[in-house]
């Protein structure tokens, strides 16, 4: 790695004005005055330190926010709505008393993210902005179309792990677990400009799958900080389950992951579904077909099943990744029924 300046922003105001570039606009800019005076903004820093190792980047500055307070903060809000601070670390949000009551899928996803060193370092917001892990994006010897090539290397290389929804020229799958959970509960992210300017984007329009633009997975604009992800309050009668499915039980990236949202009326009858898969295309991919099967129905194992395969309607898997479309049938199938106490 090439050495850095470092700083430590002592409150929100003092790292705006540190003119932040973001990591997608800083590994795009041509070597020049853009990249010399890049500065980077560190939450816990897990794939920052990964991208400077590998050599796809090298900020001249970093900001650290870890001495943030408003930042590392869960609170509710007025009517029962929850702030998460982008600085909440993956072992916070799985062992919140207040999550774990209301938002289950959540605290599971964090829970199952990572190795238990990292969920005690890595944060929130940086768990949502990390870049993908595709090995030819990491790769220096691939320009692959991500990083402003002309192809995307997967298509017909090594796929095993790639997306078999929504490729558009990229087959990368979002490397998120949290952002699975917090779509299915429709979540929204808070954002700060360099003049203070806050506005609130939902998570599913924020992340932007390779159709919007190729090179970026988020809307986060330069001098932007992400400072908390907003919950609606729960309605009564929700419950929720996530599932991950990892090639080895460890600590690596899921092969699949489901989330599972179901608000169930007094009569057992299913209002309302979210179902959000995860590592199945460029952003977590909301199955609004098994959300129209579940709608209406008393959950069983005949609907979970009608569900599950609804789900997997119009996958296009690659050549050496087909196997994730009966895995992601049986997560969604125990996801639903777990989500309603059944499994």
């Known amino acids: 790695m090439k050495g850095f300046a470092w700083t430590s922003a002592p409150d929100l105001a003092a790292a705006l004005r540190a003119g932040s570039a973001t990591v997608a606009a800083t590994m795009a800019a041509a070597p020049g005055p853009a990249a010399a005076n890049a500065v980077i903004l560190k939450a816990g820093g897990i794939d920052l330190l990964d991208l400077m190792k590998e050599g796809l980047l090298a900020p001249q500055r970093i900001v650290n926010l870890r001495g943030i307070p408003e930042l590392g903060r869960i609170a509710e809000e007025p009517g ?27 605290a599971q996803a964090a ?5 238990p060193q990292i969920r005690h370092v890595a944060t929130l917001g940086g768990n949502l902005l990390q870049r993908p892990r595709c090995w030819y994006f990491r ?20 796929n095993q ?31 700060v400009g360099a003049r203070g300017a806050r506005r609130t984007v939902a998570l599913e329009n924020f992340l932007l799958g390779p159709e919007v633009d190729l090179q970026r997975e988020n809307a986060l604009a330069p001098g932007e900080i992400l400072t908390a992800v907003l919950l609606p309050a ?51 991919y909301r199955a609004r077909g098994a959300e129209s099967a579940l709608a209406g129905q008393r959950i069983a194992e005949g609907t979970a099943r009608s569900a599950a395969i609804a789900a997997l309607a ?4 690659l ?25």
């Open 80 to 106: 029962g709505a929850l702030r998460i601070g982008a600085m909440v670390t993956l072992a916070q949000l799985a062992g919140d008393p207040l999550i774990r009551a209301r938002y289950g899928a959540l």
């Open 111 to 115: 829970g199952g993210s990572a190795s």
């Open 139 to 158: 790769s220096i010897h691939h320009d692959c179309a991500r990083k402003g090539g002309r192809q995307c290397f997967a298509f017909m290389g090594e």
């Open 161 to 191: 792990y790639h997306a078999i929804f929504g490729q558009y020229g990229c087959a990368i799958v979002h490397p998120s677990t949290a952002a699975t959970a917090l779509v299915a509960f429709d979540a929204s992210v808070e954002l």
């Open 234 to 284: 729960p309605k009564p009668g929700v419950r929720s389950f996530h599932l991950r499915q990892g090639e080895l039980d460890s600590f690596d990236w899921p092969i699949a992951d489901v989330a599972v949202v179901l608000e169930l009326g007094r009569d057992g009858a299913c209002r309302r579904a979210g179902v959000v898969l995860g590592a199945a295309a460029p952003v977590p």
């Open 314 to 317: 119009g996958a296009t898997p």
């Open 319 to 343: 050549a050496k990744n087909a196997y994730k479309v009966p895995v992601f049938e049986a997560l969604v199938r125990r996801a639903i029924l777990g989500a309603a106490g059944q499994a």
